[in-house]
Structure formats: structure tokens, C-alpha cells
């Protein structure tokens, strides 16, 4: 059945079609899935996949995660108790490790770890998982920063998630009211020059009514810790990595301009919960000018407003988040039709992600680069899409996650605000690619850890090694396994048992060049 | 010491005399030897290394070497700054921080130059740009494919490539090592290829795959598999796990102490290590910095407790080997609101080795005065990082032409800071 012609006029099939959105909008075919997507209608899937309904196979999932249950609140508490536990172990690692506040707060984070590996193998709505990891990395928190070690799991979930086909404005105010982001990127430790918490002020009018040293001394404590002026840190990732990008056309002064503007945007302690707050106190009362635009003086917190919605519709922004999409979706190097199909739909929609995604779908040159294989998957692509092609599944077991950090790519750990690259140039290395053969040929022997998994339903035993590759070849690859990746696997595979044969296939299968595109 | 070089004593007699004053001092004789560091060819089977540590995160350079004869120093930064008497004094007006104080034995034998105000042609305070730009090796150019370093060694006709010319530490493969000389990215020397399975099933498969990507692979992912392979061959038989350090040097824990170990053993190995790349990170310290102690004094005592023991490891090797540190930008001159410092401009860096004229603070001082800062905020930059870059390539690395490994700079020994032995 011929469908859809592709620009180049190569006709596709509709299993083409199939695949090509499986590998793209969502991490690779699980068995059955292509013949699934092509009895229902590819647009149809799409659609289907841009206005998602509830998620049964991942309610299902989510149901076994304990960090599920637990708001941000109890992970403030549990927080608190393990900063408590490790400060009374000071020096001593060992009692620290042992302390049960100090295990458990590591257990949940494994798990919240987990969790996002887990979805993007279970969930039916696979778009949703795709773009929920695109947006959390191009909004990249670093778990390890201090409160962000418990502020984290409710900025995927609260934040983050339930926005990832919204309006990217929604989303760009969500993250920056988020207490997660205004820690990482320190907008919390914003003030204007010379503002005094009410706490000294109180302080400072008891010293001046009853003069005392100790008043005078606690004073000059409270001035020591609060912070005395703007932090740029937020403002600035705000330009170059969220919105304009750093080709877009601002200066110095409107970074510290914005910063300006947000500061007063903060949060309450940990051990009251840490959520968002808006401090009169430390707010620059002043007319501020931000890429030429002048925003009136002592508005507070709606200047802040103001600023997100402006940038989150700079022409700059369309295209520097449309071209990152297009990265993610097609490869390195987008055709630039599918970026400016994008951008256009962001105009037309008043930036739905929804919309951007879909005017990308449908643009010739999404289908026409489709043979090429042309983007290398990330860690995380990768390894979701060989437990997914192997039909396993997973639960609260880390060893998915794990073996995704050991490619390079630890969840939620990138330091930096930048996220991890989207690039071949980022993933493509001689020990990286040595770890994705190591982790097929575990997957393959039926040994990564927590994988659940039968290859007997994928490629059921067989006396006959041609037939065996042929299995595994449609399973993996499409059917599409070169002549010399036949003969290779067919050389290794002579003579071996057929149980071993079948997982030596299987392991090269993943492990080989071919599967590492998408 | 730098003043010995024109006293007329013989070689020999200053080695002697030198001995005996460090020996006064306290230090390790071990480092003597390489207090008679010349710049004479590496011996036969040996290569020159050139060793560079990237500070990711922008160090602040100012607590690295801090200016603490300039009272203005201490004016901008109250609660950060590194007390006079606190820092390790080089000349008087300078000082290494505290926490650098396994760096002392190599300032002593004049193998250390700091160097004052280093930095980019480019305006940009963003940590991506900025080390994107020093590790391209072209400010202001985005488009570079390639970074310097490789340019340098592809560029370096004197030896013929080995799959360990060029190699880096850490899961990815950074810019500056990208390009089409071969360079290996590596975490760990001992987990280097494939583990699955017993002795007999790994070579067999690392035999397979080996085929698989041969003929399949293309591009990146071809080159990058086709030196991993060849490099799996070259390590079973140098034994990685088998590895000492020697003459009692004790590498700190964490990463950066076991890479330079690890670069210390393929230096050992000698089979070809001509480039080696670590990171270092955790040096963004926009908030709560400290001074002579703190957040920032632990990643300085790891830095410089690594240094220490990678050249007490080498020994005389270390004859061969320049280690450069580097970073993106340095940090604003005065404090922030948050007792730390924000993004700047000019930083300090660190050369390290033999033929280094090292014992004097090198790099011109730009001042700290308002007026004399960068954009109002900034120490300026005196050295465009391309010139010290370059002379290490020239002096130590035997790189004769410097316009193609940085394109579009006007490379002049008349501007080389002047930090090695010409």
C-alpha cells in the first residue's frame, strides 16, 4: 500500500510511515507496534498522540513508585531530617550512608531516576514522554543543587509535565516561577541593591529603641548571610538558553535589566515547604529597560509577567526552540522548510507546542529525510529503544537508569544550564559506543537489570540461523540489516547452541551501527 | 631564581647549591631532578605531552592568584577575598591561594609560571560560548568545526598518529579535541571496551562488532569505533589495572585526580600520548565562595593536590610534560549580592612543567581600579589566550605554524607571554 510520497518522489509505505513516526515521536517500535500504527492510520496516531488521553499502561506503572505518593511537602520533611542526619555524622561518610533519613532520601531519588526511564518504555502516549524529556532538558535543573534535591520531582510533575503540549508561554512562566529554577539558577538570592529583609528591619528598630552588643551582634549576623544585590545567573540563562538564544540579540544591560525586573521572585525555607513567593522587600522599585522596551516603575511582580510573556513571543524565540524541536525530531541538521513550517504555526497559534509539532509532521521534508536515519539517539534514546524493540519491561528497578548514566547521560544530573546536547557530536565516542555494545549484549543475554523480558515471543528458537536473523533483523531493524551485518552476525552465530545464537544475533542486532540511528 | 639564569655559575654547581636549599627547606629531593629541566628533544621513544586541565564553570581567578599587595582587592570584595597573610606569597604582590599549596614545590624549582589576566577577544558571559570559543581556538566564530588542540595535532607532521595521540578524559569527547586527527574519549583505562561475558566470549564478540562497524558505520561514529578499537588492543597489553603510582604520590580522590593519574600511566606506557584533555568542574560560584576556606577552597586543594601528585608520580618524565590549566572567563571583580561573584572577563591560568620559565608571575597586570576594569566590572584581559596558547605549541609542542591552528589571529612571538624557555 502506497500512502505518502516523500519530496525526493521515493513512495513510502505505509509501515514506512509507521516507523518513521515511531522512531521519531516516540522511542522506537515495540513489537506489534508498527502493524498496530498502520491498521489504526499513521495521521490517525498522530493525532491521537498530540491529543493524548489518559495513559492507562503508565497509570499502571506510575502506581508501583512510592515518590509518586509523596508531595513536596514530605520530601521538604525528608530533606530536612537527612540534612539533619548528615550534619550530626559530620566527617564520618560511613554512619552518614548508614543513617536510614540518608537511605531513604537516596532511594527516592534512584527511583525518581527510574521513573523517567520507566515512562518512556511503558507509556502509550509517547509523545508526551518525548517532549516531556525534551522540555526538562532544555529547562535543565540539576538535582544535586541543594534544596533542588527534593524541589525536583514536583518540578516534573507540577511544572513540567502537564504543560509539554501547552503554550511554550504557559510553560516558560511555570519554570520561572518554579522553586526548582529559581534555586538552580540562584533568582531566589536576587534583590535590589540595599533591601532590607523585615526581619533586620525589626532587628535594627529594637537595637535603636534598647542599644545592646548582643542586638548589635545578630545584626551584623543576619547582614553577613542575606544577600546584598541582583544575581544575574537566572536572568541570564533566561536570554540565552530559554527563549532568544544567544544569537538573539540582547546585551548586558538587559541581562542585568531582567534581573531587575525578577528580583523579589523566591522562595520560602525548605522547612516550610519551599513554595514560590513573591518578597515585596527585595524588589527594585525602579523604571527598568529591557530590549528597548521600557517597563514602568513599581509594579512588582507583574513586571515580571510582563517580561516571560514578551520574550516567550520574540521572533527569536520561534525559531531558536522551533530549530531545537526540529533537532530532536529529525536530526543535526533540520531541512530548513520543517524549521520555518514550525515557526509559522507558532505565529498562526500563539506558540502551542501542540501545533508546532504537528505543522513539523507534516511538512515533506519530515518524510523525505526519513531513509537516512539521520539523527544518533542520545543514552536515553538509545536504551529506551533497545528494551522497547526486545518487547521488556520495567518497573521501580533502577538498572535502566543506570545503565542510561553509564552511557553519559545520568538523568537529571547535567550540571550545566545548557541540558545535554541534542548532537551526534555530543554522544558519538569511541568508549561511549563501546558501552552501548556492552549494554546490548547484556539486554540480549537477558541481564540488565531490571528488564523484564522473554526473546521467545521476538524471535522465537529456531534450528535454522537464516531464518533466526531474518526474525531478528524485522524486530530490530526493520528489515532493513545490510548484507555484510548479515554475514558478520551469521559467521558468529555458526555453530552455537540456538539459545545463545539467538541472544549473540539479538546483542549484535542492538549493539551495531544501524540501530544506534534514528 | 629566574635571576640564576644569567649568574655565572656552571650548571652543575647551581643544581648542587640548589639541591641543598630545597633540601633546607623540607621538600622532597625527588623534585631536584627536575629543577635541571631543559628544552632538549624528548629521548628516543618518548613523546612531548601537553597536558590541559579545563576549569568548566569559570574560575575566578582572583582567588586563584590573588593580587594581595593591591588594597583595592580587598576594598571589592569584604567577605571574600583571601586574607595577605593566608596567601601563599609568589613576589611580594601575589600569592597563590591557600588551598594551592601542593603547587609550591614546583614555583620553588621555577617549573610553575602563573599567568596574570588571561582571556578571550570575545565580549560574551556565557560559559557555553566562552568555552565553546577557547576550545575552538576562534573567538566570535561559531562555525569552527574543529578544535585547536586537534588542528595542533593534525597539523603535527614529526610523528606518525597513534590511536593514543590525543585522548581525554570523561564520557564524551570534548570540543577541543574534535576534528580529524584521531582522539579517544575515555572514563576509565581499566573498563575500556567490551565487558560482557568471560575472556573467550569478549574477544569474540569485540572481534564482531569490530566487523559490524567497519563496514557499516559512517562518519563520526565509523572513526570514533575504528580507534577504540585499536586502542582495546593497545591496553591489554600495557595493563591498566596493574597500575602504581610511584615515589609515594598520592593522587586525591575523585575525578580529577584519577584522570591525571591515568595520564600519567599512558604517559609511563609510552605508546605515543602526545595530547592529553582532562575537566574539572564545580567552579561557578555565584553564591557563598569563601575565601581561605569554603566551596571554592576544596576544588583549589583538589586542583593543586593533583597537580602535585601527578608530577611527584612522573618524576624526570615530567621533563616532557607542560600541564595547562584553562577557563572560560574569570569572575567579576567585586563581590555579589550572594557572597560570591558573577561572570566576568580576564582569569588566571597555570603552566606547569618542563621548559617552563616558570618562578616569576607572568601575563601583564591590567589593575583593579574601576577605571581600569573591564566594562566597569571585569579585570581586562592582557593576554589573548591564542598567544599563550600559542607559544606552548611552539615552544613545547614543536608546532611550527600557528595560523592554522588559529585561524584569523595574527600569531607573533611578540606577544607570547613569555612562559616558556625560547
Request: charged share 25%; hydrophobic share 40%.
Amino acid at each position: 500500500m502506497r500512502t505518502m510520497d516523500s519530496a525526493a518522489g521515493t513512495a513510502l509505505t505505509s509501515a514506512d510511515c509507521a516507523r518513521i513516526v515511531l522512531n521519531r515521536l516516540a522511542y522506537g517500535p515495540r513489537p506489534g507496534d508498527v502493524d498496530r500504527v498502520v491498521s489504526m492510520g499513521v495521521m490517525r496516531w498522530v493525532n491521537q498522540q498530540l491529543d493524548p488521553r489518559r495513559d492507562r499502561a503508565r497509570a499502571t506503572l506510575e502506581s508501583q513508585f512510592r515518590i509518586q505518593k509523596l508531595h513536596r511537602e514530605d520530601l521538604a520533611r525528608r530533606f530536612v531530617a537527612e540534612r539533619e542526619a548528615r550534619r550530626q555524622a559530620k566527617a564520618d561518610s560511613m554512619a552518614a550512608a548508614n543513617d536510614p533519613a540518608v537511605r531513604e532520601f537516596r532511594e527516592l531519588e534512584g527511583e525518581f531516576q527510574q521513573l523517567a526511564a520507566a515512562r518512556a518504555v511503558m507509556a502509550d502516549n509517547q509523545l508526551e514522554e518525548v517532549l516531556s524529556d525534551f522540555w526538562i532538558n532544555h529547562f535543565n535543573v540539576f538535582l544535586g543543587k541543594g534544596a533542588d534535591r527534593f524541589l525536583l520531582p514536583s518540578y516534573v510533575e507540577e511544572t513540567i509535565r502537564p504543560r509539554v503540549l501547552g503554550r511554550f508561554e504557559d510553560l516558560l512562566i511555570a519554570t520561572a516561577e518554579s522553586p526548582a529554577m529559581m534555586v538552580y539558577l540562584d533568582n531566589t538570592l536576587s534583590v535590589a541593591k540595599g533591601a532590607i529583609p523585615p526581619q533586620l528591619a525589626r532587628a535594627e528598630m529594637r537595637s535603636l529603641r534598647w542599644y545592646s552588643p548582643r542586638a548589635d551582634s545578630a545584626i551584623a549576623r543576619i547582614r553577613a548571610r542575606i544577600p546584598s544585590g541582583i544575581n544575574e545567573n537566572y536572568a541570564r540563562e533566561l536570554f540565552e538558553l530559554h527563549t532568544l538564544g544567544v544569537d538573539g540579540g540582547y546585551t548586558q544591560t538587559d541581562v542585568q535589566e531582567a534581573a531587575r525586573i525578577l528580583t523579589g521572585w523566591g522562595i520560602d525555607p525548605p522547612e516550610r515547604g519551599a513554595g514560590f513567593t513573591f518578597r515585596d522587600w527585595a524588589h527594585d522599585d525602579g523604571e527598568k529597560h529591557v530590549l528597548g522596551v521600557r517597563f514602568r516603575a513599581g509594579r512588582g511582580r507583574g513586571e515580571g509577567d510582563e517580561l516571560l510573556r514578551m520574550l516567550a513571543r520574540h521572533p527569536a524565540t520561534m525559531l531558536h526552540v522551533t530549530t531545537q524541536l526540529c533537532q530532536r525530531f529529525i536530526g543535526d541538521d533540520p531541512p530548513a522548510a520543517t524549521v520555518e513550517a514550525g515557526v509559522l504555526a507558532w505565529k498562526h497559534s500563539h506558540g502551542s507546542v501542540r501545533e508546532v509539532v504537528r505543522a513539523i509532521v507534516v511538512t515533506p521534508e519530515f518524510w523525505a529525510t526519513a531513509g537516512a536515519r539521520a539523527k544518533f539517539k542520545t543514552p536515553l534514546e538509545f536504551v529506551v529503544s533497545s528494551i522497547r524493540a526486545v518487547g521488556g519491561t520495567v518497573g521501580t528497578d533502577p538498572g535502566p537508569a543506570h545503565a542510561i548514566a553509564r552511557l553519559g547521560e545520568p538523568l537529571y544530573q547535567q550540571p550545566v544550564p545548557t541540558g545535554y546536547v541534542e548532537t551526534s557530536m555530543g554522544w558519538a565516542n569511541s568508549a561511549a559506543l563501546f558501552e552501548r555494545m556492552n549494554v546490548a549484549v547484556q539486554l540480549a543475554a537477558g541481564r540488565l537489570p531490571g528488564v523484564d523480558m522473554d526473546l521467545e515471543t521476538l524471535v522465537p528458537i529456531s534450528d535454522d540461523p537464516d531464518s533466526m536473523i531474518d526474525r531478528v533483523d524485522r524486530a530490530l531493524l526493520s528489515g532493513e540489516m545490510s548484507p555484510h551485518a548479515r554475514e558478520v552476525i551469521r559467521q558468529q552465530v555458526e555453530g552455537l547452541p540456538p539459545q545463545q545464537a539467538r541472544a549473540l544475533a539479538v546483542g549484535l542486532g542492538l549493539g551495531g551501527p544501524d540501530f544506534q540511528q534514528q | 631564581m629566574d635571576s640564576l639564569r644569567f649568574a655565572p655559575v656552571s650548571r652543575r654547581a647551581f643544581l648542587r647549591a640548589g639541591a641543598l636549599a630545597l633540601v633546607s627547606l623540607g621538600l622532597d629531593p625527588l623534585f631536584l631532578d627536575r629543577a635541571a629541566f631543559a628544552r632538549e628533544p624528548a629521548a628516543p621513544g618518548r613523546r612531548r605531552v601537553l597536558v590541559c586541565l579545563f576549569q568548566r564553570g569559570a574560575v575566578d581567578g582572583l582567588s586563584m592568584i590573588v593580587p594581595h599587595g593591591d588594597p583595592l582587592y580587598y576594598r571589592e570584595r569584604p567577605r571574600i577575598a583571601i586574607p595577605a597573610d593566608q596567601a601563599l606569597d609568589l613576589d611580594g604582590h601575589f600569592g597563590l591561594h591557600p588551598a594551592l599549596s601542593g603547587l609550591l614545590p614546583m614555583w620553588r624549582q621555577g617549573a610553575l609560571a602563573p599567568v596574570l589576566a588571561v582571556g578571550s577577544p570575545d565580549l560574551t558571559r556565557s560559559h557555553f560560548d566562552a568555552q565553546d570559543y577557547m576550545e575552538s581556538g576562534t573567538p566570535g566564530v561559531k562555525s569552527t568545526a574543529d578544535g585547536w588542540l586537534n588542528r595542533c595535532a593534525q597539523h603535527a607532521a614529526e610523528h606518525k598518529n597513534t590511536v593514543f595521540q590525543s585522548v581525554a578524559f570523561g564520557p564524551q569527547l570534548p570540543r577541543i579535541l574534535a576534528g580529524s586527527a584521531p582522539a579517544l574519549a575515555i572514563t576509565d583505562l581499566r573498563a575500556f571496551g567490551i565487558r560482557a561475558g568471560g575472556p573467550g566470549v569478549r574477544d569474540k564478540l569485540t572481534r564482531a562488532f569490530e566487523q559490524l562497524y567497519n563496514e557499516s558505520a559512517t562518519g563520526i561514529v565509523a572513526s570514533s569505533a575504528a580507534e577504540g578499537f585499536q586502542a582495546v588492543q593497545t591496553l591489554q597489553r600495557i595493563q591498566p589495572a596493574e597500575y602504581r603510582p610511584e615515589n609515594g604520590a598520592e593522587y586525591p580522590k575523585g575525578k580529577l585526580g584519577s584522570s591525571l593519574m591515568q595520564i600519567a600511566q599512558l604517559i609511563k606506557a609510552d605508546i605515543g600520548l602526545e595530547q592529553a584533555f582532562a575537566d574539572a568542574g564545580g567552579w561557578d560560584t555565584h553564591i557563598a565562595q569563601g575565601a581561605g576556606e569554603g566551596q571554592l577552597a576544596t576544588r583549589l586543594r583538589e586542583l593543586g593536590d593533583s597537580l602535585e601528585a601527578f608530577a611527584l608520580d612522573l618524576g624526570d618524565r615530567m621533563r616532557d610534560v607542560v600541564v595547562l590549566t584553562m577557563s572560560e572567563f574569570g569572575r567579576t571583580v567585586a563581590e555579589n549580592g550572594s557572597i560570591g561573584t558573577d561572570h566576568g572577563h580576564a582569569t588566571a591560568m597555570f603552566v606547569m612543567g618542563g621548559g617552563v620559565r616558570g618562578g616569576r608571575v607572568a601575563g601583564q597586570w591590567p589593575g583593579l581600579d574601576p577605571a581600569q576594569q573591564f566594562q566597569g566590572r571585569d579585570l581586562a584581559v592582557t593576554t589573548d589566550f591564542r598567544d599563550l596558547f600559542g607559544e606552548i605549541l611552539v615552544r613545547h609542542a614543536g608546532a611550527s605554524d600557528l595560523t592554522a591552528v588559529f585561524p584569523g589571529h595574527d600569531a607573533s612571538p611578540d606577544r607570547f607571554p613569555g612562559v616558556m624557555t625560547a
